[in-house]
């Protein structure tokens, strides 16, 4: 399984909260060994598309490797922290971004010789508050009830937990308190109702409020 070690304690504490037993790095005897880690990812993931939380973004100044770079650039950098990369930036306090780099997964090639980037960390549970942590495990609960259990009712009743019922959902339920809680207070991301994956587990399997 590639889930780091903080995210299997994510995932193992969702699977508690289920009655299973806690799964193993390297676990193949595990009910969750061979889907767990796809549908820990789909529920953080769909978390993150409902709110723009406060802790989603750093910017940090990216690493310079002595290595050659690709596509005939002069400096090839590498972000000293993990996270997707978001914005380039040729200073800390710039507010353009800038253009002449190219990203290979998580190195930058360029001619400029100092970079900054932004990198989401929203994704990564030690950058988690208390209550965002709590709020993850729950949702990743939701997101693996039904796989896990076969239970319909079961899942639906974690998803409203979690999430609300119609018209509220996505925003009732705990993730309501949550982002009453997150110190930025901003709107977030739009969410794609049509094309998510805990709506559209909910409607396979008949959770559409009446």
Known sequence: MALLQ?????????????????????????????????????????VLTIHTFSIGTVRVQLARS????NLGYAYKFVSPIRGDIVAIY????????????????????????????????????????GYMRALMIEAVAAGITYTLTGDRVLQRDKVAQ??????VFPNGGLMAS???????????????LQDNFMTDHREASSWSSQ
């Open 90 to 129: 040729d200073s800390r306090d710039a507010d353009r971004v800038i253009k002449g780099f190219a990203v290979f997964e998580r190195e930058v090639h360029s001619d400029f010789d100092t970079l900054w980037a932004d990198i989401s960390v929203a994704a990564l549970p030690k950058n988690w508050p």
């Open 66 to 69: 002595a290595d050659v770079p």
């Open 6 to 46: 903080d995210e299997l304690d994510i995932l193992n504490a969702s699977l508690v909260s289920l009655g299973e037993r806690p799964m193993q790095s390297e676990d193949p005897g595990h009910p969750a060994a061979e889907w767990g880690e796809e549908l820990y990812r789909k529920s953080v993931d769909f």
């Open 162 to 167: 979690v999430f609300g019922q119609d018209p």
């Open 178 to 192: 949550v982002k009453a809680r997150d110190s930025q207070q901003q709107p977030g991301a739009r969410l794609q």
